[in-house]
């Protein structure tokens, strides 16, 4: 495993998984969390874990739902939103292999807050809450792993709270796109989206209607801060970027 800190936002770190060999059957050691742990407890553990394929688009938990299992993303991604009785949707996060969810409910037993559904085909590690929290007080490392990545969500969101309540769409827009990004190769000072977001669910990300969030990217690609084809976005002026969206955040010194 690899760990990667995020040039972009460097508070976020993302943890790089080694996939289980081809054929065999899924194990908990294939999963970056899980690695260093003792093994008896390791052992116990698997007994009362339990496998699952899903296939796009599919809801693996609901919102208000009681269930209180985490779930490791072992391969695939998933999708983490909120829906308003009207319709209108908020994309929380999503969470690729190596990741998890529902440790909110596995901790303290409310229901679910959000509806998190499969983006790609997905293999999931389904744990029951007390059997992953006995783990977690027998592995200090395990504990450490789990305050960290609580920490990391934590940051996230008041970011964006923040970014809602403070930036213009655009720089909204802007953050987002940073976010989503990678470096690109062979160009320094750029960063790429691929393959690019529907509109809907950049607006879903943002909080903004997609009809505001295509005029924005295309004002944005007719002034050089963008570059877009059905393949990409990439993103050209980094630098600039940042400090337009840094100058709105940051306080005035007294």
Request: include cysteine.
């Amino acid at each position: 495993m690899r760990v990667v800190q995020d040039p972009v936002f460097p508070h976020l770190v993302w943890l790089r998984p080694v996939m289980a060999d081809a054929g065999r059957p899924p194990a908990l050691s294939d999963i970056a969390f899980f690695r260093g742990a003792a093994p008896e407890s390791l052992t116990k553990l698997s007994a009362a874990a339990r496998w699952r394929t899903v296939e796009p688009g599919q809801v693996v938990v609901d919102e208000d739902e009681p269930s209180t299992d985490i779930f490791f993303v072992a391969a695939g991604a998933v999708r983490v939103q909120l829906r308003a009785a009207s319709g209108r949707e908020v994309l929380l996060n999503e969470f690729g292999p190596g990741e998890f969810f529902g440790e909110l409910a596995a901790i303290d037993g409310a229901p679910r807050a959000a509806n998190v559904s499969a983006v790609t085909r997905s293999r999931l590690c389904i744990i029951p809450a007390q059997a992953f929290l006995d783990f977690v007080f027998a592995n200090p490392t395990a504990c450490h792993a789990l305050l960290r990545t609580l920490a990391s969500k934590l940051r996230l969101q008041t970011e964006r709270t923040l970014e809602r309540e403070a930036l213009p769409v655009r720089l909204r827009l802007f953050s987002e796109l940073l976010r989503l990004s990678r470096p690109r190769t062979g160009a320094p000072g750029e960063r790429v989206v691929s393959p690019p977001p529907p509109h809907h669910e950049l607006a879903a990300r943002i909080g903004a209607r997609r009809e505001v969030v295509s005029r924005e990217l295309s004002e944005m690609t007719r002034e050089g801060w963008l570059a877009r084809d059905r393949r990409a976005i990439r993103i050209l002026r980094v630098a600039e970027i940042q400090g337009l969206v840094a100058a709105e955040l940051r306080a005035p010194a007294a």
